[in-house]
């Protein structure tokens, strides 16, 4: 009898989705809090430029939290209609199953457009790569019965 085992090639990229809607956008980052806090922990790092400030080693969880969520609301840049936009909140949500990273890390931020023409959001060096998708939600209500329909027009 022999046992074999296998293992499953973990991506330490990030994945973000940008999420519109009627006067608010929502950015939703999943990455490896762990792995970033490992970056912005390295003195190398920022000899090179890439982080502002390196995080103490002796911080509790929490502070490293805080540490990696104003860091990152403070270097990311987000744009809608070419007029950049501040975060207002940020959050740290514990996943619990379903994604091989434990966080994500929610940035909200307002706007007072009523036709929104273009989006632009950049990320810190210190992500590494990013997979991101936009998301432009349409909504509709629907009675007990009744069938969605949503028509997309290409560009």
């Known amino acids: 009898m022999s046992i074999s085992s296998t293992s499953a090639h973990v991506l330490n990229e990030t994945s973000a989705q940008v999420i519109l809607r009627d006067g608010q956008v929502e950015v939703r980052l999943i990455t490896d809090i762990d792995h970033l806090v490992s970056v912005l922990q390295n003195e190398q790092a920022w000899l090179m430029g890439d ?37 207002e909140r940020v959050v740290v949500e514990t996943k619990t199953s379903g994604s091989s990273h434990g966080e994500e ?16 959001l950049s990320f810190p060096k210190n992500l590494g790569s990013v997979h991101a998708s936009f998301v432009k939600p349409r909504y509709q209500y629907l009675r007990a019965g009744d069938t969605g329909h949503v028509v997309f027009h290409n560009r």
């Open 51 to 87: 982080i502002e400030q390196v995080m103490p080693t002796n911080l509790s969880k929490l502070e490293q939290a805080d540490f990696v969520k104003n860091t990152l609301a403070k270097n990311m840049i987000l744009a809608v209609n070419q007029q950049v936009i501040a975060f």
């Open 105 to 120: 890390i929610v940035f909200q931020a307002k706007h007072d457009f009523t036709n929104v023409d273009d989006i632009t």
